[in-house]
T-cell receptor
Framework: SQQGEEDPQALSIQEGENATMNCSYKTSINNLQWYRQNSGRGLVHLILIRSNEREKHSGRLRVTLDTSKKSSSLLITASRAADTASYFCATDTGANSKLTFGKGITLSVRP | DAGVTQSPTHLIKTRGQQVTLRCSPKSGHDTVSWYQQALGQGPQFIFQYYEEEERQRGNFPDRFSGHQFPNYSSELNVNALLLGDSALYLC??????????????FGSGTQLSVL
């Protein structure tokens, strides 16, 4: 089963615009992570936010976490064509040794 | 410093056959997890190996089995292949000392097609 549900399923923006992606989950978590996948190949870790944190930044990435609403958002500022990829949120409940991924968001950045 | 390597990159099998996929973790990592990613879906956890033992298993049948070797490399075996086993199989490595799920490093995957 998939714990995380990303929204929207697909997003198309112009280069230079900001992209906001949302993720909702069902159970309590230890941390939430965002990964990027290019062309159906390996995933690349982008950023991790712990359950006791509300916001984190990394370069052009900003992630927020609202544990009361069981939701997270990923903001990519000043998007580039190279940001075109699928983005997944993944939750770690801490109760076992696995990450649970959502179905992903397809981001297209038009040059 | 080599990252996670997987082999082969592509594989075509027929129903009923058996397949073995291989993974070498990132240098310094001791934990290997396997995920199955069907087309248009997110990765689904199969199992995780640490110290040559299966630590945790997802909701996959016994046809899926694995192994970890003393050098931390790992194999995923799937018996009696079904059409529904067609997917991208991803290996991810991490370090138990770095908190297993804090950051996974993924290989490029093996694309398995079952005909």
């Amino acid at each position: 089963s998939q714990q995380g549900e990303e929204d929207p399923q697909a997003l198309s923006i112009q280069e230079g615009e900001n992209a906001t992606m949302n993720c909702s989950y069902k159970t309590s978590i230890n941390n939430l992570q965002w990964y990027r996948q290019n062309s159906g190949r390996g995933l690349v870790h982008l950023i991790l936010i712990r359950s006791n944190e509300r916001e984190k930044h990394s370069g052009r990435l900003r992630v927020t976490l609202d544990t009361s609403k069981k939701s997270s958002s990923l903001l990519i500022t000043a998007s580039r064509a190279a940001d075109t990829a699928s983005y997944f949120c993944a939750t770690d409940t801490g109760a076992n040794s696995k990450l649970t991924f959502g179905k992903g968001i397809t981001l297209s950045v038009r040059p | 410093d080599a990252g996670v390597t997987q082999s082969p990159t592509h594989l075509i099998k027929t129903r009923g056959q058996q397949v073995t996929l291989r993974c070498s973790p990132k240098s310094g990592h001791d934990t290997v997890s396997w995920y199955q990613q069907a087309l248009g879906q997110g990765p689904q956890f199969i199992f995780q190996y640490y110290e040559e033992e299966e630590r945790q298993r997802g909701n996959f049948p016994d046809r899926f089995s694995g192994h970890q070797f003393p050098n931390y490399s790992s194999e995923l075996n799937v018996n009696a292949l079904l059409l529904g086993d067609s997917a991208l199989y991803l290996c991810a490595s991490s370090s138990i000392q770095g908190a297993t799920n804090e950051k996974l490093f993924f290989g490029s995957g093996t694309q398995l097609s079952v005909l």
